[in-house]
């Protein structure tokens, strides 16, 4: 059992370019969420998503976008990259709602340089 | 205000020492208590869940809800270096649907 599958582990992005980061998750989990980790600031929340088909912005969405075509995959597009999307981006996911907690990806360390 | 205060340490204890690590919050409709731990270039895991008040232990680890005080707590007994790793805690509602509200985290180190 994989649980949340992030990939790739790190990149270095030149300012303008483009990448998605990808998120699976084997658990038939239905809430699956992005955030962005930077020190000394907490987890904020990116994008989200409660079940296939359907996305919502969470906290921080700007410069990012997200789909959800299938209950395992939820990628994370960054279009243009800026130097202020250096940070560290995790997937996690749920089976329902919060109460129970999350189960996280490993991470994705970017950097834009 | 924001919801969920921790505060991030660093925090340097001896190997076996007992460790208090806290949280508070300010919206009393939380019912739903986590603490995660992340060790570094890692992901959060899951480390203890608490419903509503009271304590909840497993091992060297003991979770304490006061929501009278809005208040919560994680001790580790006899800490070891394998301890040392940020410790977020997190929160829900009810009817908080998606939304889990996490602490900043605190830094702890446990030297030899």
């Known amino acids: 059992n994989a649980g949340v599958t992030q990939t790739p582990k790190f990149r270095i992005l030149k300012i303008g370019q483009s990448m998605t980061l990808q998120c699976t998750q084997d658990?038939?989990?239905?809430?699956m969420y992005w955030y962005r980790q930077d020190p000394g600031m907490g987890l904020k929340l990116i994008y989200y998503s409660v079940g296939a088909g359907i996305t919502d912005k969470g906290e921080v969405p700007n410069g990012y976008n997200v789909s959800r075509s299938t209950t395992e995959d939820f990628p994370l597009r960054l279009e243009l990259a800026a130097p202020s999307q250096t940070s560290v981006y995790f997937c996690a996911s749920s089976y329902s709602n919060s109460n129970n907690g999350y189960t996280f990806g490993s991470g994705t360390r970017l950097t834009v340089v | 205000q924001k919801e969920v205060e921790q505060d991030p340490g660093p925090l340097s204890v001896p190997e076996g020492a007992i460790v208090s690590l806290n949280c508070t919050y300010s919206n009393s409709a939380f019912q739903y208590f986590m603490w995660y731990r992340q060790y570094s270039r890692k992901g959060p895991e899951l480390l203890m869940y608490t419903y509503s008040s009271g304590n909840k232990e497993d091992g060297r680890f003991t979770a304490q809800v006061d929501k009278s005080s809005k208040y919560i707590s994680l001790f580790i007994r006899d800490s070891q270096p394998s301890d040392s790793a940020t410790y977020l805690c997190a929160m829900s509602a009810i009817d908080s649907g998606y939304a889990l509200n996490f602490g900043k985290g605190t830094s702890l180190l446990v030297t030899p």
């Open positions: 658990m038939n989990h239905n809430y």
